[in-house]
């Protein structure tokens, strides 16, 4: 017997407010509905102690808003994230489930590129192109055929040769690996702004978020856009848009203040729990991971999230109960990242590397999302 973490949902308020439901029960409706929910609540326990994690993790997974909510706003924790992935069929021809680009790789980091991009295409994409420097395509070529390697970006013509390949897009993700050489700093804001004019949707990592940091006009009111700093990552952008030193006691209104100064733009704090705004609404993705905190995890995020974001544009907020796309997009690939983080624990534990994670992605893709 298996039950979804998403069955149970959690839904706070900004006073810390914890409301539980149970399908078919209401909460607070009297004594005997009390009574009730705690045999159900008692069950439900008795059978995952036999047959899953406890209780709590369960809850503890389960997605969060920090504001005043209802559980009738959602059916469930991953309802939403369900709603924006398209069916598998036979009726499809290759390219239409997402054609996703990565702009990154040098001599020293050829690995984030590869994660980000096998990535992409292990959660569903059908093609993964990597934009890359000359010294870093053929090692990135190297570690898999099913990559489309055009070694370009420290080319004097980068901007032009990434530009034609816009149209076949639907998202590009940008930093990973690329390093903070000037030149190549150079050639990367030159394709965010071809990238923009095209509207094409992006999700900025790593060294992308270096160059954000220092030229944070770049991505300015562009509502298409994802930034998923760590913690160091965040605190420089934090101080670099807002001026003011980081208030490390408001996790959620920090994201919530950056991103409604960038106009709006989807910012995803990675750290214990992930903290993700539009500037409008605040989630917080809690799934259990793991204490492993090896390099390359980001990229795997990234790469994902490329791929959700097309999803989740395509799908539209019809299908997102009025939530941004982006917001649900982010919290499904930052629920991704960590059940793959945790069935890699689960297998290697200390030796787990980003490698045996992304073994993880269509087990960790299918139990949360299609089971």
Known sequence: MALSSGWLVACASGQGRIDMAVPGMATGAGVGAAVACAAVVALLSAV??????????????????????SIKDMKNTFQLVRNIIPP????????????????????????????????????GADLSHVFCTQEAAPVIKSYSPELIVHPVLDSPDAVQDVEKWLPRLHALVVGPGLGRDDGLLRNVKGILEASKARDVPVVIDA????????QPALIQGYQKAVLTPNHAEFRRLSEAVLRDPLDSSDPHGAVLRLSQALGNVT???????????DGRQVLECSQEGSSRRCGGQGDLLSGSL????HWALLAGPEKTDGFSPLL???????????QCSHQAFQKHGRSTTTTDMVAEVGPAFARLFES
Request: aromatic share 8%; glycine share 12%.
């Open 48 to 69: 995952l102690a036999l047959y899953g994690p406890p209780l709590d993790a369960v809850l503890e997974r389960a997605f969060s808003l920090n504001k005043a909510c």
């Open 88 to 123: 598998l069929t036979t009726k499809k021809h290759k390219g239409q489930d997402g054609r996703i680009g990565i702009v990154g790789g040098c001599q020293e980091y050829t690995g984030a590129p590869y994660f980000a991009a096998i990535s992409a295409l292990k959660v």
């Open 207 to 214: 060294d992308g978020l270096w160059l954000i940091a220092e």
């Open 267 to 277: 910012v995803v704090r990675k750290g214990e729990r992930d903290v993700i705004s």
């Open 306 to 309: 490329g791929v959700l974001v």
């Open 328 to 338: 649900v997009a982010a919290f499904g690939a930052c629920s991704l990242t960590r």
